[in-house]
């Protein structure tokens, strides 16, 4: 992974992500793009006719907000080891974060968006999940560094998602010190743990399987649980392996992950 993608919002979960953007560029010796993107159409506003206005106020405001936050963290990446640049843009947040995603290997957002602005959207990694042409990795708010080498876990289910984020989390799964394979309930008959073991083992990745009981509890405890039991501090998973408006509806891993995971999640679609 060579180039990282990192959202820059003034949000009190900025600091976690950044040095987890941070940690992920030294560990890969890669370089860091701070996208900073501002939905300006969000100061529209509309009279009774019809006709649009600006609320010059309120965008004049956010401008030099923006400014503000730009060169503390610019001040900030002057005295970091890693290579990075920026780029500012005026859209919304999470089509212009996947639209970057193109020339990206993952993309670093937050669990959730707790702008002090409540007129921007709040929902951008469950949303950037589906769209990201990369790997997006989800940093719970809490988290202050991630150590890329230590113990990874990695969900499979046999689902083309699970796959599609184990391929692409190849190059930091070879600097964990342990990987660990897990399924919840019965392991896939067409497509076993093993065959994912064989095929991380063909990259260089050595790997543990373990099957947990479907009924030890809902599966994003189970993971969690594992997760914290091993000292891994980061899953790789494919993510919504199931239509988003069943997700919504009914509930899902993914879901309830990207709401209460307390470790970092590498997730693709």
């Not at 030099?64 to 001040?75: Q, S």
């Not at 193109?102 to 929902?123: E, G, I, N, Y």
Request: with cysteine.
């Amino acid at each position: 992974m060579k180039s990282v993608l990192l959202h820059i919002d003034e949000d009190s979960a900025l600091e976690s992500r950044l040095q987890v953007a941070l940690d992920l560029c030294r560990n890969q010796d890669a370089h860091l793009t701070c996208l900073q993107a501002t939905p300006y159409s969000a100061y529209v506003a509309f009279d009774p006719l019809g006709a649009a206005f600006t609320q010059q106020g309120l965008v004049a405001d956010v401008r030099a907000r923006e400014l503000a936050l730009r060169e503390k963290i610019e001040a900030r990446l002057g005295q970091e080891d890693v290579r990075w640049d920026w780029a500012a843009a005026d859209g919304d947040v999470v089509r212009l974060l996947a639209a970057w995603s193109a020339v990206s290997d993952v993309v670093v957002v937050s669990q959730a968006k707790p702008s002090k602005d409540l007129m921007r959207p709040q929902a951008v990694a469950s949303d950037l999940v589906f769209e990201s042409q990369c790997p997006v990795l989800v940093v719970p708010d809490s988290m202050e560094a991630l150590n890329l080498k230590g113990p990874v876990v990695v969900g499979w289910n046999a689902s083309p998602e699970a796959a599609r984020a184990i391929r692409l989390s190849i190059p930091l799964l070879k600097d964990a010190s342990a990987v660990h394979i897990v399924t919840i309930g019965e392991d896939d008959a067409d497509m076993p743990q093993m065959a994912a073991s064989t095929y991380l083992s063909r990259h260089g990745v050595s790997s543990d399987l373990h099957t947990v009981p479907a009924g030890n509890g809902k599966p994003q405890e189970v993971l969690l649980k594992f997760a914290h039991e091993v000292g891994a501090r980061m899953v790789v998973m494919g993510a919504f392996g199931r239509s988003r408006l069943r997700e919504t509806l009914l509930g899902g891993v993914t879901k309830a992950l990207l709401g209460h995971s307390d470790v970092a999640l590498l997730m693709a679609h």
